[in-house]
């Protein structure tokens, strides 16, 4: 996978080295300053809290594919 198709989530000082060679790095808001710093988007929820799953819904809203996964849960 080229890095400019990786999105990538850390907290932490050593994930800041990632988010440096991926195209698109996230920190959920509980995260060091540095990390925040060096991401291109930080969360509204912390890590623990459901910071991956807005990141998941992001990506999938930015795809157009939002609606589509959703269908799939819809009753007939």
């Given at each position: 996978?080229?890095?400019?198709?990786?999105?990538?989530?850390?907290d932490?000082?050593?994930?800041?080295?990632?988010m440096?060679?991926?195209s698109l790095?996230f920190a959920?808001?509980?995260a060091?300053?540095?990390v925040k710093?060096?991401?291109h988007f930080?969360?509204?929820?912390?890590?623990?809290?459901?910071a991956?799953r807005?990141?998941?819904?992001?990506?999938?809203?930015a795809q157009?594919?939002g609606?589509e996964?959703l269908k799939?849960y819809e009753?007939e």
């Amino acid at each position: 996978i080229p890095a400019d198709a990786i999105a990538y989530i850390g907290d932490d000082l050593t994930d800041v080295v990632v988010m440096h060679r991926v195209s698109l790095g996230f920190a959920p808001a509980n995260a060091r300053p540095e990390v925040k710093k060096a991401a291109h988007f930080v969360t509204a929820a912390a890590g623990g809290a459901g910071a991956v799953r807005e990141v998941c819904e992001l990506l999938l809203r930015a795809q157009g594919k939002g609606a589509e996964i959703l269908k799939k849960y819809e009753i007939e």
